[in-house]
């Protein structure tokens, strides 16, 4: 199954507000993990918002024992 350009290979997880998927991103033959906010949360518009301000706090960082964030956005709303 594709999500945007991520082909989805496995569920890895999932938390109160999204899921986590094992993935690879073919454009550049690399293994990612998504995380999507649950189908449910995705009406919610400050759920939306903060879910992406979370994302952009967290692709500020750099440590190595914190997952890079390379990106963040909607796919068919």
Do not use: C, W
């Not at 109160?16 to 690879?24: C, G, I, L, P, T």
């Not at 993990?33 to 967290?58: C, G, I």
């Amino acid at each position: 199954m594709m999500l945007g350009r991520y082909r989805i290979e496995a569920k890895l997880g999932e938390g109160a507000m999204a899921e986590v998927y094992r993935a690879s991103d073919p454009e550049i033959g690399r293994a990612v993990a998504v995380k999507v906010l649950k189908q449910e949360l995705s009406r919610d518009q400050q759920l939306v918002a903060r879910f992406v301000r979370e994302s952009r706090a967290a692709g500020a960082l750099s440590h190595t024992n914190i997952a890079k964030i390379y990106d963040v956005g909607q796919v068919d709303g």
